[in-house]
């Protein structure tokens, strides 16, 4: 096994906790906010890349000029991004139409190269499309390495050795349950390990959404990225990796995003406002015993500007009067957060 590049070793931060009461439905809960966007490039994925990369150049060091391609939403692709230059090496990005204009613009300016795939897969994304462009450019180039995020097993490991313990210490002994978004299912996976192991009282949700597959349900169009995927998650198959899981729907996610940025004036991404989703109905539905829950926000708002946060978007997804009565109807639920304690 060859020695961890000194880069990879130290590119990771401690990601905050911030604590908020939310009210819902007349009852008031303690939320934990696992705020990724602190992360060195924003998103959850940045520990996801190191797992990865160590593990590429555990197998085989990474010699400086060798070209890494990956299929991506667009996180992953911001954190090897970063990563790559430090090690020396090229990064050839393969993301699809749904991979904000924020993001593509971050990955060229990154020096990485994108390529960007509008062939739909026919199961509600590009998920597959992708895949099979980085297939057919390692096949035409043998000397490519692909870290594969979707079958290497190195990503849940290190969410099962940082952002696992990280929650769990930040949390402390009343966290009750944790919600996180999937799409290849690493980072949920490598935390509920982390669980089993030392907290088996913590229940672990799994958090997908209307037309994924990534931990069942059926394929359909999806508006929000980052969250869900065309295949299921190779990482959750085993019968007791999770606890339970929850679908949401997007645009009730997309409303609760406008919510939270509305009484706190955090604007999270899209796939956070999926868990606080999730969290919502899960905790009335499982009656919650009152303990600390904690959702994963895996990145912030900044990037979905255009998108998830524009109501110009919403009219061109014909998705407008959705949301707004989205917003209306949880708002006529008595949904309301309030920043009552201090970030640890
Ligand atoms: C914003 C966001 N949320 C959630 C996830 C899901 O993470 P995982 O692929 O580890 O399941 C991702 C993955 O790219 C993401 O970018």
């Not at 007349?26 to 696992?34: E, P, S, Y």
């Not at 955090?266 to 009656?287: I, K």
Request: aromatic letters at 4%; a neutral charge; one cysteine or more.
């Amino acid at each position: 096994m060859s020695r961890v590049n000194p880069v990879l070793a130290r590119a990771l931060r401690t990601t905050p906790l911030l604590r908020l009461d939310v009210t819902h439905r007349g009852r008031v809960r303690r939320l934990g906010l696992k705020l990724e966007e602190h992360g060195p490039t924003g998103s959850v994925k940045d520990r996801s890349a190191v797992g990865l990369l160590r593990a590429l150049h555990d197998e085989r060091p990474l010699t400086p000029g060798t070209v890494v391609v990956e299929s991506t939403s667009g996180n992953l692709g911001l954190a090897l991004a970063r990563l790559l230059p430090t090690v020396g090496c090229d990064f050839l990005a393969v993301v699809d139409l749904k991979t904000p204009h924020a993001t593509r613009r971050g990955l060229a300016d990154s020096g990485a190269k994108v390529i960007v795939v509008d062939e739909p897969d026919g199961l509600g994304g590009y998920l597959l499309s992708r895949l099979r462009r980085v297939r057919e450019l390692c096949a035409d180039n043998p000397g490519y390495r692909w870290p594969d995020q979707y079958e290497n097993w190195a990503a849940p490991e290190i969410h099962r050795r940082t952002t696992g313990p990280e929650l769990t210490e930040q949390a402390g002994p009343e966290l009750g349950t944790v919600y996180v978004p999937v799409s290849t299912g690493g980072t949920l996976a490598g935390i509920a390990a982390h669980l089993r192991e030392h907290r088996p009282d913590v229940v672990a949700v799994a958090v997908d959404v209307r037309g994924s597959l990534a931990v069942s349900g059926s394929a359909g169009r999806r508006l929000v990225p980052g969250i869900g995927a065309s295949r299921p998650s190779v990482f959750l198959r085993a019968p007791h990796s999770y606890d339970r899981a929850v679908h949401v729907d997007d645009i009730e996610a997309i409303a609760v995003c406008r919510i939270i940025a509305e009484d706190i004036g955090l604007a999270l991404g899209g796939s956070s406002g999926c868990a606080v989703r999730a969290m919502l109905s899960d905790q009335e539905e499982a009656a919650g015993d009152g303990r600390l829950v904690v959702c994963l926000a895996a990145d912030g708002g900044t990037k979905y500007r255009d998108t998830l946060y524009s109501d110009d978007w919403a009219a061109e997804q014909g998705v407008a009067k959705e949301i707004t009565s989205a917003v209306r109807r949880l708002r006529g639920e008595g949904l309301f957060f309030d920043r009552k304690h201090q970030e640890h």
